[in-house]
């Protein structure tokens, strides 16, 4: 019973570099989503997408990329990391994007450093 | 600007009594409200809802108020347990908007 499965659980990043954090997800949701959770600020949204192929952005996209060629997949990318977007992220999906008939089902997160 | 708010960082109960957390919000056209628990190390799990329509919406222990004049939501427990020790999520979301806006959370202590 995985649910959603965020890889790596931890990572530390050189400013500049570039990774792409995995989620992925075992339900069949439509709905995918990426958050990322700063002390003072809550869970902000980066990224979502409703569907295979439909991706949009969220409050705080810049400096992340996102695709979504599968139903299960939705990785994040890092095209060059900052100290700024050093935060835990967390991975969410669910049926429907207002988590009202289907709650948003959230990963474990990814806690990442960048030096 | 962030339309959804707590408040209170944190907050400490003793075990047996009530915990009331609060959230206020400024976006008028919000339609479901829902509150998120998260343990550490850990996802947020949902917890409760209530649609805009509804003042009161209730879960076992768990019951939450909205406020609709004062654009001001709670979450009560009661009674508290020390399992109930964990940072609280509310959440608002504005049918069709497909994003769920979040505060930035309380952290709940249950002291025994």
């Known amino acids: 019973n995985a649910g959603v499965t965020q890889t790596p659980k931890f990572q530390v990043l050189k400013t500049g570099q570039s990774m792409t954090l995995q989620c992925a997800q075992d339900m069949n949701h439509e709905y995918m989503s990426w958050y990322r959770q700063d002390p003072g600020m809550g869970l902000r949204l980066i990224h979502y997408?409703?569907?295979?192929?439909?991706?949009d952005q969220g409050e705080v996209p810049n400096g992340y990329n996102v695709s979504r060629s599968t139903t299960e997949d939705f990785p994040l990318r890092l095209l060059s990391a900052a100290p700024s977007q050093t935060s835990v992220y967390f991975c969410?999906?669910?049926?429907?994007?207002?988590?009202?008939?289907?709650?948003?089902?959230f990963g474990n997160g990814t806690r990442l450093t960048v030096t | 600007d962030q339309q959804v708010k707590q408040n209170s960082p944190s907050l400490s109960v003793q075990e047996g009594r009530i915990s009331i957390l609060n959230c206020d919000y400024t976006?008028?056209?919000?339609?479901?409200f829902l509150w998120y628990k998260k343990y550490p190390a850990e996802g947020p799990t949902f917890l409760i809802s209530?649609?805009?329509?509804?003042d009161k919406n209730e879960d076992g222990r768990f019951t939450v108020f909205l406020n609709k004049s004062a654009k001001h939501l709670s979450l009560h427990i009661v009674p508290s347990q020390p399992g109930d020790s964990a940072v609280y999520f509310c959440?608002?979301?504005?049918?069709?908007?497909?994003?769920?806006?979040f505060g930035q959370g309380t952290r709940l202590t249950i002291n025994p």
């Open positions: 976006n008028s056209m919000f339609d479901y």
């Open positions: 969410a999906s669910s049926e429907d994007e207002t988590g009202l008939d289907s709650p948003l089902h």
């Open positions: 959440a608002a979301i504005q049918q069709g908007a497909q994003k769920l806006v």
């Open positions: 997408s409703v569907g295979a192929g439909i991706t």
């Open positions: 209530i649609s805009s329509i509804k």
